[in-house]
Structure formats: C-alpha cells, structure tokens
C-alpha cells in the first residue's frame, strides 16, 4: 500500500462466504475488475483468507476478503474454517454466495409453486444455514447472492433468489460473473449496507475544531524508524488538517520551546502514552491533553468501558494473571511499550510475581476467563469491527478490557485529568 493509500484499518471490510467452489474469489475479481483470488474448478483452492484494498465508486476505500470454504474438510480443511471464522470478527458486511448449481441439485427444477413456501431449510444447506445464523448473530449486514444463474435455463433465477431472500430475511441479488450480470445491483446493495456511522466517525471528536491549535508531542524512539512516522500520529495529523486547524509538531525534549514558539497556549495537546506524566506537568492549565492511544479508543473501541476497566488494575496482585494483546505482529524491542514497560509498570504496583500473557495480531485466546484483566493497544491495524468484537468476548467472559493510553494515564494518576473524545 502506498503512503497516500487508505491503512486497510480505516476502510469497509467486506468478507465474502460460502461453499466451496460456489463462486466466491471468482465474484472478488469480478467486483473488483481484477484477478485478485485464484480460481479453479478444483474445491479448497483458496486456503487462507485473500485481502485487497480497493477503492470502489459509491463504497469508497474499502477491503475485500476472500475466505476458504465453510465446507471444507480433513484436519487442514478444519484449520482453513478457522481461518474463516477469524475472519468473521473483523466483517463490515458480508457476502453470502449461493452456488446456483448446488442450488439445481437439491431442488429439481424448482418452479414458483414450489417455491412459495420459502422455508430456508428447504433451499439452503445446513452450513449455509449455520453461517447466515452466525453471522446475523454477530449483527453483520448480510447480502445473499445467488451466483452462477447463466446455469438456469428454463428456471426463473429471480424467483430462487426472491424465495430465498423472503425465507433468510437477507437481500439476496441474482449474479453471473461471467457476463457480469446484477454485479451493478450488487454494488449498489453494498452501498446501502454501509455503516450509517462509518464516514462520520472522527478520531478527535469535538475536542478540535477548525481554527484551533494543536500541539502533537511525538517522541521518535526505536517504535518509530527513521524517517517515518507511526500510523496513528499520521492519522491524527491528517484529520486535524483536514479539520483546518493550527498543527504544530515537537518531540519530548522540545516541549517547553514548542511551547513557548506560540503566541497563545494550544487549545488541545496530544501526546504519545509513554510520555503523560511529562507533558501533563509541563502543559498549560487552559490546554486539554489527551494521546493517540486513548484517541483511538474511543474511535474504535469502547473508551467508556475501556475507562472503567482500568479500575481493574487496583485489585490486581502477585495471583493476578493479565493478558496484554498488541494488533500488529513484530519483533520485540528494548523499550516495547506493551512487552517492556506496561509489564513493568504493573509489577511495580501489584507484586512482580504477577503473570503476564503477550499475543500478537490474529492471536487472542478463545478462553478469557482466567485473566483478570485484558489490556489492548491502540489498535491502528485493526478495524473498529474487531476491536469491539473482541470487547464483546471480554464483557461475554466477564474480564475487564482497557487499552494502553488509559492504562498508563491511570498508573500515572491522570485519567481523570485528561479530555476522552
């Protein structure tokens, strides 16, 4: 992806689904006018899930998913459904394709009488019933399509999908992708099935508006290579530009002449976590302060909970076993802020015997029950989708979830003090 590219966290994640060899990587190219995902007559063929960033007319910047089938079998055929399920935890909108062929085969030469009953159970498979159920469960916008109609013949395509929309309550759109028939309707259905919050999401929130000053503290330590920037401080700046306001930027050890550099006191400050207590001694009494961490939990997270969470850390000792979670996979470094320094934060105040789990990326324990408490990054390489999918397993298990910014503003004694967009 190139650096004036949408960060796949920040587009519509739309996951494709069905049998196998249903037609799904073969909808994926044709939607997107490119061969993105191997196609073959032979079943299985895509194993892991396939993503492509596109930018599609009336749907904006979003990313496609190709998933292996839920039908699969054989012990790898069992690893590849995992794959698929993980896959649901981060779906925007989801496409269901019925494989018209299949379709034919259970129901012979259906016509409009025999369709009128609409019973789902009479017009789908079992697993295309478990995953329309399961992904509803989720409260996933679910789009049905009824592929390979240039099979029909003398069977009415519009009929089959009409009965089957009615039965499953989905929208369910007719589709060749070889003459690229109803792909049109498909788009346009995808459209409808936004988010209706989704463009209007903003990471500041209120606390900027146009015509303010914003003073961002960037400490470029080894987090940080040179010459670059971390996501999240990129995603700030460009909505504070976007916004029109005053953007200055400084490191930690330029603090106090950044400060002084300015006529008036900033109206927001917005700090790396590592460096709260710093700059909330040095900060002007009128100017807010947040971080990019706690930023971004409230743009993609529950910050409310998130907030209440960190009380959490009061009960926790030397017994106590956390489960600290990061969304990008990398190596670890000296002075990692979830492996080195929260760790070492929260033994400092609960004992240093207390257990402490790292996962990275995809990995994140089906079992939450024997943590105390779960502390999660700022989340950049995740989509809202996913973090709150995760949020809904903690509250499920009855864990409380927090995130880094919020936890180091606790340990420091300054949650209360800082703004929450």
């Known amino acids: 992806m190139s650096l004036q590219a949408t960060p796949r966290a920040n587009r519509v ?42 930018e599609i007319h009336g749907i904006g910047p979003c990313v496609f998913i190709d998933t292996a089938g839920f039908d699969d079998t054989g012990g790898i055929g069992k690893l590849r459904i995992e794959q698929t399920q993980r896959v649901v935890d981060k779906t925007d909108i989801a496409i269901l394709v019925f494989d018209g062929s299949n379709f034919l085969k259970r129901n012979k030469n259906p016509g409009k009488k ?20 399961a992904l509803k469960k989720k ?11 240039d099979l029909y013949q ?98 930690t050890d330029k603090l106090e002449e950044g400060l002084s550099a300015l006529a008036d006191p900033p109206k927001l400050i917005i700090t790396d976590s590592q460096a709260f207590k710093i700059v ?19 743009y993609k997270g529950d910050l409310k909970y998130f907030a209440e969470s960190a009380r959490a850390i009061e009960n926790l000792t030397e017994n106590s076993r956390v489960l600290i979670a990061e969304a990008c996979t990398h190596a670890p470094l000296e002075e990692d802020i979830g492996r080195v320094k929260i760790p070492a934060m929260l033994r400092k105040k609960a004992g240093q015997g207390l257990k402490i789990d790292v ?26 989708k996913h973090v709150l999918s995760r949020v ?12 880094y910014g919020v936890v180091i503003a606790y340990l420091s004694g300054i949650l209360d003090k800082i703004s929450l967009p």
Not at 392 to 403: D, F, G, L, Q
């Open 280 to 298: 909330y001694d040095k900060k002007p009494k009128e100017s807010m302060l947040t971080s990019f961490s706690v930023l971004l939990a409230g």
């Open 13 to 54: 994640h739309i996951a494709v689904f069905g049998l196998r060899n249903s037609g799904k990587s073969s909808l994926i190219n044709a939607l997107t006018g490119q061969n993105i995902a191997i196609v073959s007559d032979v079943p299985g063929t895509t194993t892991d899930p396939v993503y492509k960033s596109m």
């Open 139 to 149: 409260r996933i916008p679910v789009i049905g399509v009824l592929n390979k109609i």
């Open 392 to 403: 809904e397993k903690a509250r499920a298990a009855k864990v409380p979830m927090t995130n």
């Open 154 to 251: 003398d069977n009415n395509a519009n009929d089959i999908a009409d009965a089957i929309e009615k039965a499953c309550s989905i929208p369910v759109v007719p589709v060749c992708t070889l003459t690229r028939r109803g792909l049109d309707s498909l788009r346009e259905q995808l459209t409808r099935s936004l988010p209706e919050d989704f463009e209007s999401e903003s990471i500041t929130g209120s606390l900027a508006r146009e015509g303010d000053v914003v003073l961002l503290v960037m400490p470029q330590d080894i987090q940080a290579p040179k010459g670059r920037l971390i996501l999240p401080q990129v995603q700030v700046i460009r909505e504070l530009l976007d916004k029109k306001c005053i953007v200055q930027c400084v490191t």
């Open 114 to 133: 025999e369709l009128q009953p609409g019973k789902a159970e009479n017009l789908l498979s079992n697993q295309e019933l478990h995953w329309l159920k």
């Open 359 to 384: 996962v990275a990326g995809a990995d994140f324990p089906e079992n939450l029950t024997g943590y105390d408490l779960i502390i999660h990054c700022g989340s950049c390489m995740f989509n809202k």
